[in-house]
Structure formats: structure tokens, C-alpha cells
């Protein structure tokens, strides 16, 4: 097939270039666009450090150069906020030119190997300001065989590691720390997958998109001959190859890299930013719950008011236009619903066997938040589950990036503004990678022109960054392509089946499950010292999906199986990447609409260039069978699986373009991974898009910034998202609530506390040390609300629902999403929590305006006065229960924050180290890992303050929408 395609690709290319012999590459020149693009990626850049480097850190804490060179920057933006100034750009935001400033060369090479006479032409730039690699090729084969060799340069360990956790064999690689040995359990549950597999998505690129497949396929091998190209070395060359391969037992280095080393991280990366749904049978077991606690109309009421899927006061970024998807039908086809007999579901357990393990599974759940008055018997964070996912190498948040777009119409100097970017996770070396790549049109394949950030292991083309004269980035948008199918169970022959069979019924046959399995086996190493074990996985395979769990319905056993859209073609979404770097493909926001409609993904995009801003919503979201009901588990029969549904290729129907959520030009555009827009519904996975969203601080602050006559800048843009990124969001938009439910308390000690939290929500309710004094303002009322929340939500609701639907309730969304994340501090907050529930229902008992009312009220059974007793109560509990000292208990800060606050150190950020060089704690903030600021003018560099709009250039575009709330 290899001989087929690259004979193909340069039939193909061929007739669009000229005859001729490709030119040598040579560097391009500096493009001087630092008022237009720049960005920031802490640490730094270079991500190596081999066994001496580490050993001088260890002894002096001398770090490697352009280490973390960009860290001290992207903290510092948190105290610089609000009040930025465009001359200020410099300090917190680097150039995001083309190109390197002259004088500004710290490196130039070739790496391909002397000896090597069929590399292709490729030369590689670093600057001396950042240590960005400039990637220019003399052809297309040139930059893709770059992109490998600075992956290998600048992440080699961390794709290593990458390669193994998309395989689900990171205990093997490194360690079984009961983390690591969870990020198995995890990968092998959403994306097992054999070497054929793997195998099966490289090679069917040129059957699935022709010419543009197989265009594809050449550009991976090219990368794949890059990645190799720095393995040889470093293989030869110690001082190329992380120390940290010492470290683990393993001083040979990596093994050779390989196409299916792609697929695999890209699974991964798919599996946890890219998907949404898969929750059918929870879902089901909230109704029941429901239902059992109120019967069965009231109890459908309950369930809704807490599904959250059509809220008609959740934030969308769509202001005005529906886009329906998911909707229930008027009537549901009730054959179709497989909701199962109450108390029969078992989760079909990942692990079939395992010997001399250290420790057993870590189990998810809402853990740490207490139920009732009583205190807390493990604080938030300091729980067995936080500790053990720290101590393993990878942890991600879901899915918490951010975009602010302002049109031009709305902006000072009559261009669009963005501020944007993807929120990752912090590592170090972090797990995004930066990169300036180039190349030219010519036989070999379309040009490349972009500059941006990619996951290592994957980084063919820039993800997220900018091209020519345009910007783009993206937030996770989850919504559904994922669904639970309910397959009866078989015996071959026509016995009886068990609950326990692996055969499953399929189109009128008994089918055998396939089994997937991996078998990981550790021992101890420098890094991890966790005594030598082994495990073996196993996930069943059928048709219609991998098994979840198990149970009956009407009395029958089933399996129920999970079905991703993009199960089996994670990396058919490079075709819309491919095309976001190719300047010839993007001329304007439609194009770039096109290009992000080919990805799979479940993703928000967002496009800035010099005239418009738009937004478009990608992923394969299937078209469900007429009738069915897209909250609960459907029958496994051919009536009712997804419309054109090809399981050999595991293939549907999927929405046209058309459905999906879109807009261009809107007066402004916001996204913190909220609602689409009115009618596209929240999948059954997702519970929070509810009246409070964090989306809205974003929304406050640039409302307040174009009202009237009023105009943006691109630095209050800026202030906007950092200012909005240190809100508590409790603190902001529920507290004021409770505060007035709760009014004068008589008793002292409770006043003192109203007043306190007060004061905190009229400046804000940030969680911020602005003075560096090295405590936060207004420390005493965030003290406060971290020991109230919880018990203000389990008094407000839990009385009302009931122990067992209020537990199944928080199964499903967690009460609070706090800055510390459980012990993870992963920097990212206030994604899911009870927030939307708890405001709706307290301005229901106070008796204001509500749109899409609950079908009761809850907080004192609506009861003002009732109501208000269960805030004092549960507010005096927290008082007298929770001190500093056992609310932020915390392993991190034990270990590495001595010497800081305990409430500053309990919520700060921890760049999780990949290896021997570590990064200090830092403040807290809700801001993208990446993260560019974007005004594109077609003006040379400057770094003056044009804060004052020059009234001679007239606006682009006449004032039209604003956001109806």
C-alpha cells in the first residue's frame, strides 16, 4: 500500500505544481507580527534533559536553558491584571511571528545524519529568546520529517510515555504506581485497541479520502523517519537522550518509532478532550431513583429538573439561532428504551487478574464532600483517591479551555480581537509542544504555513496556533457521540444465557464477544519504587460497541455496550488539521468552518483574521434512529441502531454541516466549554448546563466592555479573561443569593460571617493574592464558603430528595469543582458543580423571574423562612467544624509548598513532573495551558500603547446583536 500511495500522492500533486526540482530549504525571513500574534506555553520549550542536566538541577537547581523560560511570564499575568498595558505585552506574552528576529539565532542545523543521502531537505532555526524550533522545509517531506525530529528533540520522553499510555501499558513503561496502573484501567475501558487496530487506521486513510488520505499517509511517514532520525542519535549521543530512561531502567532509550505510535496517542488524546455522552445507564439509574423517591410523573419532574439538558437560562455561545440535536421525540418508541431492571446492573470489571500489586483499583466519585451537618471526616484534596492519582504520571482535566472574541466591529481599532486557547493540564515538560513550520508547494505535496502548538507524538501540523493572516483555537465541546446499546445475551445452540455469557445476539445471530487484553507487569525503578506486580485487562468487543456493564431488562440479561462514533478513526480528524496549516485551504472564515466540519472530534473552533470571527462546532454526531430516547440505554436491534450504521467499518450517518452550531461575526463570542446554543442539548454525560455556567464571568466582563458606544482593546480583553479566571464562581454568582435568603442573622457570630462574605462578593469573589502579599484578600469569607458549600448544598436539597437520590444525584455531578481538584491542582475550576441548581432554586424561594422553573422547589420545600434556617444551620456547622488546618489538608503542599499559605498552596497549580526537572507551585488561575492574543492588522511590529482608537478609521461593520439573556 505504501508503493500505491506515494505514487499516487505525486501523480496527484503533480498536475497542481510546476515541473522542476524543489528548492533547498533555507529559512524564511522574520515576519515582524508581534502587534498581531503572540502567545505563551510555560514552562518553556525544551523539554530535554539528559542524565548530567539532571544531576545539576539535583545539586544546584540549575535548570536546563529555555526550561522554564516562559514561567515566571504566564504567573506574573495574575498580579499585572486588571490594568494591563499594551507596552506591557512583552512581559506576559511572547512574539508569535513566522520567522526569527535578526540577531535573534541561538541554533541553526540540518538533522538529518550525514550519512543519510535520502533525508529530506529540511533546516531548523531556534531562537535565542525562547528556543521555539523554526521548522522550514525544501519541500513538504522536508517540514513533516522536522516536525518528527524536534518531537523526538524536545518531548522524546514524553512521547514515549504518551505512546505506552494510549496503549494502555504506562505501568509497564514506568511504573506500577496505582495512577499509572488507573490510566490503564481507564484507556483500556474508552480505547482498547490490538496492534491491527492501529494498524487498520494508518492504512485506511487513502480507502476512506483518496488523494487527501494518502497525501496524509506520506506526510506520517515522513514524520515517523523524523522521530527515528533524533532516536539514532540520541542513541549514540548522551547528551541527547532524557536521563530520565536511566531513571527508569531503560539507559538504551527508546524503541524505534512507528505509524501505530501516532494512532495510539491520538487515541488517547481523542478518548479524553474529544468525545461526549456514554452515561445512558447512570442516567437510568437517576430516573429510577426519582421515581422511587416520588413516583413515576413526579419523578420524570426531578429527573428533568436536574438533567439539565435544555435549560433555557444556561449560557450558549450562539446567542440567537437554534440548532436542534438530541431532542426527545414527541412520542418515544418505548421498545427502543432499555432502561434496566432496577438493581441488575453490574459494571463489567476491567481487570481479569492480577498478582503482587501494591494497592487495588482507585475509584472515581463525587468522594470528599459530606452529606449532611456533620464534618468532614477526609477534607477536599486530601483523600486516598487525590493521592493516588498524583502519583501517577499523567492526569488531565475533561475539558476546560476558554475562547473571548470580540468582532470588529465592537473593537477600538476596528479589527477583531481574540484571546484564546486550549487548557490541557500543566507538565513538565508541558504535555503540548510548540512549533514554527513551513514549506513550499511542490510535487511533494501542498504547502504548510503555521505556527502553534500540537500534543507530541501527533504533531504533524500545528492543532491549535495561527496561520498566514488568521488564528484559531478550541474548547472541548462533549457533546454526543457516544451511546449505550442494550444486546441481549445468547447461548450458541439456543441454551439459556446468564448474565456472565459472552455471546451476544447481532442481527438475528449469536455472536462470540471478542476479547481485548493487555497484560502489564512492573517493577521497581529509580522513579518508582512500587513493588513488582502484574495485571491483565480485558474490555469485550462486540458490534455494536465495548461492554460496560451488565444486568437484566424485563428479566432478560443484556450487556450494555458503549458506542463512540469515533471508535477505530481518531485520526481521520488530521484531514481538517491538515487543512487549518495549508494557506492555500484557508482564505476566510468559511473555509475555515469547511475544515473544522472534517473533524471528528467533539470540539468548539474559533477563527479570528483581519475582517471576521467565527465559530463552529465539530464532531461525528450520529443520526439516531426515529423514536428513540437519546438520555437512556437503546435496544441493540437493527431498528434502532444509528441511521446507515456499517459496524465492519463502524461507519453511521452523521449530522450535515448545516446542524451544527455556527456563527460569524456575532458581536462577540465566548466559550468555557458551555452550551452551543439554544436546542443543541446537553448530552446524558453532562448534568451542569444549568442557570450558572462558568462561561458568564467571561460574558460580564465583555458586555461591560462594548455597552453603548463603549469599545474593546485587545489588553482589556486580556483583563477580561484573567480577571475572570481568579472568580470563585460560587462566590459570584450564588452567594448573593444565599446572602439574601439569609438576610440579618441575629446570631453574632453569623453575622460577622455575612458580613465578611459580603464584602468579598462586592469585590468580585476572586481567589487572589493581587499584592503578593502572600495571602489571598478576602481569605477569612473564601475560608468560609470552602466550608459552607458543601454543606449548604446537602441542606438545601438533600432533605428534599432523599440519602439515596441525592447520592445518585452527586454520582452523576460532582457538588463542587474546587480550584484543588481533589489533590490534582490542575489549575482548572468550576467546570461541573451543583452551582446552576443551587442558584435557580434560591431564587425560586425568593420568589424572582425564573425561565424553565423546576418542578418544585427544594430549599426548604419552598418555604422562605425553612429555607432560611437550613443556610444558618448549615452555615454555623461550617463555622464551628472546619478550620484552616483541616480544610486544606494537602499532600502537594506538604511536599512542596512549605513555607506558603495553606489556603494560597492548596489551590495552586502543580506542573506534574514527567521526569527529573520539577517547576515550583503557582498561583491559582482558570486560564489555557496555551494561550494566544490575537489582533491582526496588517501593521508592522509595535509594542506601543493604541489603546485610543483613531476616529479617522471608520468601523468595518454597522452595530447589530447583543446577547439576549
Same mark, same amino acid.
Given at each position: 500500500?505504501?508503493?500505491?500511495?506515494?505514487?499516487?500522492?505525486?501523480?496527484?500533486?503533480?498536475?497542481?505544481?510546476?515541473?522542476?526540482?524543489?528548492?533547498?530549504?533555507?529559512?524564511?525571513?522574520?515576519?515582524?507580527?508581534?502587534?498581531?500574534?503572540?502567545?505563551?506555553?510555560?514552562?518553556?520549550?525544551?523539554?530535554?534533559?539528559?542524565?548530567?542536566?539532571?544531576?545539576?538541577?539535583?545539586?544546584?537547581?540549575?535548570?536546563?536553558?529555555?526550561?522554564?523560560?516562559?514561567?515566571?511570564?504566564?504567573?506574573?499575568?495574575?498580579?499585572?491584571?486588571?490594568?494591563?498595558?499594551?507596552?506591557?505585552?512583552?512581559?506576559?506574552?511572547?512574539?508569535?511571528?513566522?520567522?526569527?528576529?535578526?540577531?535573534?539565532?541561538?541554533?541553526?542545523?540540518?538533522?538529518?545524519?550525514?550519512?543519510?543521502?535520502?533525508?529530506?531537505?529540511?533546516?531548523?532555526?531556534?531562537?535565542?529568546?525562547?528556543?521555539?524550533?523554526?521548522?522550514?522545509?525544501?519541500?513538504?517531506?522536508?517540514?513533516?520529517?522536522?516536525?518528527?525530529?524536534?518531537?523526538?528533540?524536545?518531548?522524546?520522553?514524553?512521547?514515549?510515555?504518551?505512546?505506552?499510555?494510549?496503549?494502555?501499558?504506562?505501568?509497564?513503561?514506568?511504573?506500577?504506581?496505582?495512577?499509572?496502573?488507573?490510566?490503564?484501567?481507564?484507556?483500556?475501558?474508552?480505547?482498547?485497541?490490538?496492534?491491527?487496530?492501529?494498524?487498520?487506521?494508518?492504512?485506511?486513510?487513502?480507502?476512506?479520502?483518496?488523494?487527501?488520505?494518502?497525501?496524509?499517509?506520506?506526510?506520517?511517514?515522513?514524520?515517523?523517519?523524523?522521530?527515528?532520525?533524533?532516536?539514532?542519535?540520541?542513541?549514540?549521543?548522551?547528551?541527547?537522550?532524557?536521563?530520565?530512561?536511566?531513571?527508569?531502567?531503560?539507559?538504551?532509550?527508546?524503541?524505534?518509532?512507528?505509524?501505530?505510535?501516532?494512532?495510539?496517542?491520538?487515541?488517547?488524546?481523542?478518548?479524553?478532550?474529544?468525545?461526549?455522552?456514554?452515561?445512558?445507564?447512570?442516567?437510568?439509574?437517576?430516573?429510577?431513583?426519582?421515581?422511587?423517591?416520588?413516583?413515576?410523573?413526579?419523578?420524570?419532574?426531578?429527573?428533568?429538573?436536574?438533567?439539565?439538558?435544555?435549560?433555557?437560562?444556561?449560557?450558549?455561545?450562539?446567542?440567537?439561532?437554534?440548532?436542534?440535536?438530541?431532542?426527545?421525540?414527541?412520542?418515544?418508541?418505548?421498545?427502543?428504551?432499555?432502561?434496566?431492571?432496577?438493581?441488575?446492573?453490574?459494571?463489567?470489571?476491567?481487570? !481479569?487478574?492480577?498478582?503482587?500489586?501494591?494497592?487495588?483499583?482507585? !475509584?472515581?466519585?463525587?468522594?470528599?464532600?459530606?452529606?449532611?451537618?456533620?464534618?468532614?471526616?477526609?477534607?477536599?484534596?486530601?483523600?486516598?483517591?487525590?493521592?493516588?492519582?498524583?502519583?501517577?504520571?499523567?492526569?488531565?482535566?475533561?475539558?476546560?479551555?476558554?475562547?473571548?472574541?470580540?468582532?470588529?466591529?465592537?473593537?477600538?481599532?476596528?479589527?477583531?480581537?481574540?484571546?484564546?486557547?486550549?487548557?490541557?493540564?500543566?507538565?513538565?515538560?508541558?504535555?503540548?509542544?510548540?512549533?514554527?513550520?513551513?514549506?513550499?508547494?511542490?510535487?511533494?505535496?501542498?504547502?504548510?504555513?503555521?505556527?502553534?502548538?500540537?500534543?507530541?507524538?501527533?504533531?504533524?501540523?500545528?492543532?491549535?496556533?495561527?496561520?498566514?493572516?488568521?488564528?484559531?483555537?478550541?474548547?472541548?465541546?462533549?457533546?454526543?457521540?457516544?451511546?449505550?446499546?442494550?444486546?441481549?445475551?445468547?447461548?450458541?445452540?439456543?441454551?439459556?444465557?446468564?448474565?456472565?455469557?459472552?455471546?451476544?445476539?447481532?442481527?438475528?445471530?449469536?455472536?462470540?464477544?471478542?476479547?481485548?487484553?493487555?497484560?502489564?507487569? @512492573?517493577?521497581?525503578?529509580?522513579?518508582?519504587?512500587?513493588?513488582?506486580?502484574?495485571?491483565?485487562?480485558?474490555?469485550?468487543?462486540?458490534?455494536?460497541?465495548?461492554?460496560?456493564?451488565?444486568?437484566?431488562?424485563?428479566?432478560?440479561?443484556?450487556?450494555?455496550?458503549?458506542?463512540?462514533?469515533?471508535?477505530?478513526?481518531?485520526?481521520?480528524?488530521?484531514?481538517?488539521?491538515?487543512?487549518?496549516?495549508?494557506?492555500?485551504?484557508?482564505?476566510?472564515?468559511?473555509?475555515?468552518?469547511?475544515?473544522?466540519?472534517?473533524?471528528?472530534?467533539?470540539?468548539?473552533?474559533?477563527?479570528?483574521?483581519?475582517?471576521?470571527?467565527?465559530?463552529?462546532?465539530?464532531?461525528?454526531?450520529?443520526?439516531?434512529?426515529?423514536?428513540?430516547?437519546?438520555?437512556?440505554?437503546?435496544?441493540?436491534?437493527?431498528?434502532?441502531?444509528?441511521?446507515?450504521?456499517?459496524?465492519?467499518?463502524?461507519?453511521?450517518?452523521?449530522?450535515?454541516?448545516?446542524?451544527?452550531?455556527?456563527?460569524?461575526?456575532?458581536?462577540?463570542? $465566548?466559550?468555557?466549554?458551555?452550551?452551543?446554543?439554544?436546542?443543541?442539548?446537553?448530552?446524558?454525560?453532562?448534568?451542569?448546563?444549568?442557570?450558572?455556567?462558568?462561561?458568564?464571568?467571561?460574558?460580564?466582563?465583555?458586555?461591560?466592555?462594548?455597552?453603548?458606544?463603549?469599545?474593546?482593546?485587545?489588553?482589556?480583553?486580556?483583563?477580561?479573561?484573567?480577571?475572570?479566571?481568579?472568580?470563585?464562581?460560587?462566590?459570584?454568582?450564588?452567594?448573593?443569593?444565599?446572602?439574601?435568603?439569609?438576610? #440579618?442573622?441575629?446570631?453574632?457570630?453569623?453575622?460577622?460571617?455575612?458580613?465578611?462574605?459580603?464584602?468579598? $462578593?462586592?469585590?468580585?469573589?476572586?481567589?487572589?493574592?493581587?499584592?503578593?502579599?502572600?495571602?489571598?484578600?478576602?481569605?477569612?469569607?473564601?475560608?468560609?464558603?470552602?466550608?459552607? @458549600?458543601?454543606?449548604?448544598?446537602?441542606?438545601?436539597?438533600?432533605?428534599?430528595?432523599?440519602?439515596?437520590?441525592?447520592?445518585?444525584?452527586?454520582?452523576?455531578?460532582?457538588?463542587?469543582? !474546587?480550584?484543588?481538584?481533589?489533590?490534582?491542582?490542575?489549575?482548572?475550576?468550576?467546570?461541573?458543580?451543583?452551582?446552576?441548581?443551587?442558584?435557580?432554586?434560591?431564587?425560586?424561594?425568593?420568589?424572582?423571574?425564573?425561565?424553565?422553573?423546576?418542578?418544585? #422547589?427544594?430549599?426548604?420545600?419552598?418555604?422562605?423562612?425553612?429555607?432560611?434556617?437550613?443556610?444558618?444551620?448549615?452555615?454555623?456547622?461550617?463555622?464551628?467544624?472546619?478550620?484552616?488546618?483541616?480544610?486544606?489538608?494537602?499532600?502537594?503542599?506538604?511536599?512542596?509548598?512549605?513555607?506558603?499559605?495553606?489556603?494560597?498552596?492548596?489551590?495552586?497549580?502543580?506542573?506534574?513532573?514527567?521526569?527529573?526537572?520539577?517547576?515550583?507551585?503557582?498561583?491559582?488561575?482558570?486560564?489555557?495551558?496555551?494561550?494566544?492574543?490575537?489582533?491582526?492588522?496588517?501593521?508592522?511590529?509595535?509594542?506601543?500603547?493604541?489603546?485610543?482608537?483613531?476616529?479617522?478609521?471608520?468601523?468595518?461593520?454597522?452595530?447589530?446583536?447583543?446577547?439576549?439573556?
Amino acid at each position: 500500500m505504501r508503493r500505491f500511495t506515494t505514487a499516487l500522492v505525486v501523480a496527484i500533486a503533480g498536475l497542481l505544481t510546476l515541473a522542476g526540482a524543489a528548492p533547498a530549504a533555507k529559512p524564511g525571513p522574520y515576519e515582524g507580527r508581534a502587534k498581531s500574534f503572540r502567545n505563551i506555553l510555560p514552562p518553556g520549550s525544551n523539554g530535554l534533559a539528559n542524565a548530567g542536566q539532571i544531576a545539576a538541577f539535583l545539586a544546584t537547581g540549575d535548570r536546563p536553558r529555555h526550561n522554564d523560560d516562559q514561567l515566571d511570564m504566564y504567573e506574573d499575568l495574575v498580579y499585572a491584571t486588571p490594568g494591563l498595558k499594551r507596552k506591557q505585552l512583552p512581559n506576559y506574552f511572547k512574539d508569535a511571528s513566522f520567522g526569527v528576529r535578526p540577531g535573534d539565532v541561538e541554533r541553526q542545523y540540518d538533522p538529518c545524519s550525514p550519512l543519510d543521502q535520502t533525508c529530506p531537505d529540511v533546516v531548523i532555526q531556534r531562537d535565542a529568546g525562547f528556543g521555539v524550533p523554526h521548522i522550514y522545509g525544501g519541500t513538504r517531506a522536508g517540514a513533516m520529517f522536522g516536525a518528527g525530529y524536534v518531537a523526538g528533540e524536545d518531548r522524546l520522553f514524553f512521547i514515549d510515555v504518551l505512546r505506552h499510555a494510549g496503549r494502555a501499558q504506562l505501568s509497564s513503561f514506568v511504573g506500577g504506581a496505582p495512577g499509572n496502573r488507573e490510566m490503564d484501567r481507564d484507556v483500556w475501558r474508552i480505547s482498547p485497541y490490538s496492534e491491527a487496530d492501529l494498524r487498520r487506521q494508518v492504512e485506511q486513510f487513502d480507502d476512506l479520502y483518496g488523494a487527501q488520505g494518502a497525501q496524509l499517509q506520506e506526510d506520517l511517514r515522513n514524520y515517523v523517519d523524523g522521530v527515528n532520525a533524533y532516536i539514532d542519535q540520541a542513541r549514540t549521543n548522551p547528551n541527547k537522550l532524557p536521563g530520565e530512561y536511566f531513571a527508569i531502567n531503560r539507559p538504551q532509550g527508546p524503541e524505534e518509532w512507528k505509524d501505530t505510535d501516532v494512532v495510539a496517542i491520538a487515541a488517547l488524546v481523542g478518548g479524553i478532550f474529544g468525545k461526549g455522552g456514554g452515561r445512558e445507564v447512570d442516567s437510568a439509574q437517576v430516573l429510577q431513583a426519582a421515581k422511587d423517591e416520588f413516583g413515576g410523573r413526579r419523578g420524570r419532574g426531578v429527573f428533568s429538573d436536574f438533567r439539565s439538558a435544555e435549560d433555557p437560562e444556561a449560557p450558549t455561545t450562539v446567542f440567537d439561532e437554534r440548532f436542534p440535536y438530541q431532542k426527545p421525540p414527541a412520542e418515544v418508541d418505548e421498545r427502543s428504551v432499555a432502561i434496566p431492571d432496577e438493581g441488575s446492573v453490574v459494571e463489567e470489571p476491567v481487570i !481479569e487478574s492480577s498478582a503482587g500489586t501494591g494497592g487495588g483499583s482507585v !475509584e472515581g466519585g463525587p468522594g470528599g464532600e459530606p452529606m449532611d451537618d456533620e464534618p468532614e471526616t477526609e477534607p477536599a484534596g486530601a483523600g486516598s483517591t487525590g493521592q493516588q492519582l498524583r502519583d501517577g504520571l499523567l492526569s488531565f482535566p475533561s475539558g476546560n479551555s476558554n475562547a473571548l472574541l470580540v468582532s470588529g466591529r465592537e473593537s477600538s481599532s476596528g479589527h477583531p480581537l481574540a484571546v484564546f486557547g486550549p487548557q490541557t493540564g500543566y507538565f513538565a515538560p508541558q504535555v503540548l509542544m510548540e512549533m514554527d513550520i513551513h514549506a513550499p508547494q511542490t510535487s511533494d505535496g501542498p504547502p504548510i504555513d503555521a505556527r502553534g502548538v500540537a500534543f507530541p507524538g501527533t504533531n504533524l501540523y500545528v492543532q491549535l496556533g495561527r496561520g498566514r493572516d488568521y488564528s484559531w483555537s478550541a474548547t472541548s465541546a462533549g457533546q454526543d457521540n457516544v451511546d449505550t446499546f442494550a444486546v441481549k445475551l445468547c447461548q450458541p445452540g439456543g441454551g439459556k444465557a446468564s448474565v456472565g455469557s459472552r455471546f451476544y445476539r447481532f442481527r438475528g445471530s449469536c455472536l462470540p464477544m471478542e476479547a481485548l487484553k493487555r497484560r502489564n507487569a @512492573w517493577t521497581p525503578n529509580a522513579a518508582d519504587q512500587t513493588p513488582p506486580g502484574s495485571e491483565t485487562l480485558r474490555t469485550f468487543r462486540t458490534k455494536l460497541g465495548l461492554v460496560i456493564s451488565r444486568g437484566r431488562l424485563d428479566g432478560d440479561p443484556v450487556a450494555y455496550t458503549s458506542l463512540r462514533s469515533t471508535y477505530l478513526h481518531e485520526v481521520d480528524s488530521a484531514i481538517g488539521f491538515a487543512d487549518f496549516n495549508n494557506p492555500k485551504k484557508i482564505d476566510d472564515a468559511r473555509d475555515y468552518q469547511r475544515a473544522a466540519y472534517d473533524i471528528g472530534y467533539t470540539f468548539n473552533w474559533f477563527y479570528a483574521d483581519e475582517k471576521d470571527i467565527t465559530y463552529f462546532n465539530s464532531g461525528d454526531n450520529p443520526v439516531r434512529a426515529e423514536g428513540t430516547d437519546p438520555n437512556f440505554p437503546t435496544l441493540g436491534t437493527k431498528k434502532y441502531e444509528w441511521e446507515g450504521f456499517r459496524p465492519n467499518a463502524l461507519i453511521a450517518d452523521y449530522t450535515p454541516f448545516s446542524a451544527h452550531p455556527r456563527v460569524t461575526n456575532q458581536s462577540y463570542i $465566548t466559550s468555557w466549554n458551555n452550551k452551543q446554543a439554544r436546542g443543541y442539548r446537553a448530552s446524558d454525560a453532562n448534568y451542569s448546563y444549568s442557570s450558572v455556567y462558568r462561561s458568564e464571568p467571561l460574558d460580564d466582563r465583555i458586555r461591560r466592555g462594548i455597552a453603548g458606544d463603549r469599545e474593546m482593546n485587545v489588553v482589556e480583553l486580556i483583563d477580561a479573561a484573567q480577571d475572570a479566571g481568579t472568580v470563585d464562581l460560587r462566590g459570584d454568582k450564588v452567594l448573593p443569593w444565599a446572602l439574601k435568603v439569609l438576610g #440579618e442573622p441575629r446570631d453574632p457570630q453569623l453575622a460577622a460571617a455575612v458580613s465578611k462574605l459580603r464584602a468579598w $462578593t462586592r469585590d468580585g469573589a476572586h481567589r487572589r493574592d493581587s499584592d503578593r502579599s502572600g495571602k489571598y484578600e478576602h481569605a477569612a469569607a473564601i475560608r468560609i464558603m470552602d466550608a459552607w @458549600w458543601p454543606r449548604m448544598i446537602a441542606k438545601e436539597f438533600k432533605p428534599e430528595l432523599g440519602r439515596p437520590l441525592f447520592k445518585r444525584l452527586t454520582g452523576m455531578i460532582e457538588l463542587d469543582n !474546587e480550584p484543588n481538584n481533589h489533590g490534582a491542582h490542575l489549575g482548572s475550576a468550576y467546570q461541573t458543580g451543583w452551582y446552576g441548581y443551587a442558584e435557580k432554586d434560591l431564587r425560586t424561594v425568593l420568589g424572582k423571574r425564573v425561565r424553565g422553573r423546576y418542578s418544585r #422547589e427544594y430549599c426548604g420545600g419552598g418555604k422562605l423562612s425553612r429555607c432560611r434556617d437550613r443556610l444558618e444551620r448549615s452555615l454555623a456547622a461550617a463555622l464551628a467544624n472546619d478550620g484552616p488546618e483541616q480544610l486544606y489538608r494537602d499532600e502537594v503542599c506538604e511536599d512542596e509548598g512549605k513555607g506558603l499559605d495553606p489556603q494560597l498552596c492548596f489551590d495552586s497549580i502543580r506542573h506534574r513532573p514527567l521526569g527529573g526537572i520539577t517547576q515550583p507551585l503557582i498561583h491559582w488561575m482558570n486560564r489555557p495551558t496555551f494561550q494566544q492574543v490575537v489582533e491582526i492588522t496588517g501593521d508592522d511590529e509595535s509594542s506601543g500603547d493604541d489603546s485610543t482608537r483613531d476616529r479617522s478609521n471608520p468601523r468595518r461593520f454597522p452595530r447589530r446583536d447583543k446577547p439576549r439573556r
